[in-house]
């Protein structure tokens, strides 16, 4: 997969409904984080990146520099977890 794997820091306000899709289908469907307490107030604050495998948006973390530099909210759809895009 390294060679169609793409991780680039996101456009966060442009790419929102992408990232967020992501981590619903991840923490709220899989499981079983509550949907209130997924997305937060934090998420405006972070830099958000997203990998992308042939085109398709596979994965998503968020970085907040505002608390040390905490990486969180790492999800990868199932397909394409163990093998690097993590």
Known sequence: MADNLEVYLADFIREREIIEELRVRVFVREQGVPEDLEMDERDMYCQH????CDGIAIG???L???LEGKMGRLAVIQ???RRGAG
């Open 49 to 52: 990146f997203l990998a992308r």
């Open 60 to 62: 998503t973390v968020r």
């Open 64 to 66: 907040d520099l505002e």
């Open 79 to 81: 397909p394409y977890r």
